[in-house]
Nanobody
Framework: VQLQASGGGLVQPGGSLRLSCKAS????????VAWFRQAPGKKRDWIVC???????DYRNPVRGRFAVSRDNAKSTVYLQMSALKPEDTAVYFC?????????????????WGQGTLVTVSS
């Protein structure tokens, strides 16, 4: 049972990137999935989530630029990031929760991916 986050890399400001979070060993249908990020020297913050019923919620700094989607048949949640800014540079983590809610508290998430680094720089 694990989550595998991937898709990070170096991108120029204004560019786009798509992250993937693939679940192995369990069905993603029964979980809400959130993305967090941790910028250098800062704490990890919740930025977006996809509830079990596929309703979505976004934190203000990424609203309108990031889009979360899920493909339960592939057990994968995607984070499409557009109009990237240098302040989006961070390690991005995905995590699952059994709650059908978007919650910001890390302790409400039971399984975490390993993180993937996104660097936005010219």
């Amino acid at each position: 049972v694990q989550l595998q986050a991937s898709g990070g890399g170096l991108v120029q400001p204004g560019g786009s990137l798509r992250l993937s979070c693939k679940a192995s060993g369990f069905a993603l249908d029964y979980y809400s999935v959130a993305w967090f990020r941790q910028a250098p020297g800062k704490k990890r913050d919740w930025i977006v989530c996809s509830r079990k019923n596929d309703e979505k919620d976004y934190r203000n700094p990424v609203r309108g630029r990031f889009a979360v989607s899920r493909d339960n048949a592939k057990s994968t949640v995607y984070l499409q990031m557009s109009a990237l800014k240098p302040e989006d540079t961070a390690v991005y983590f995905c995590a699952t929760s059994t709650l059908d809610l978007c919650v910001v508290e890390e302790e409400m998430y039971n399984l975490w991916g390993q993180g993937t680094l996104v660097t936005v720089s010219s």
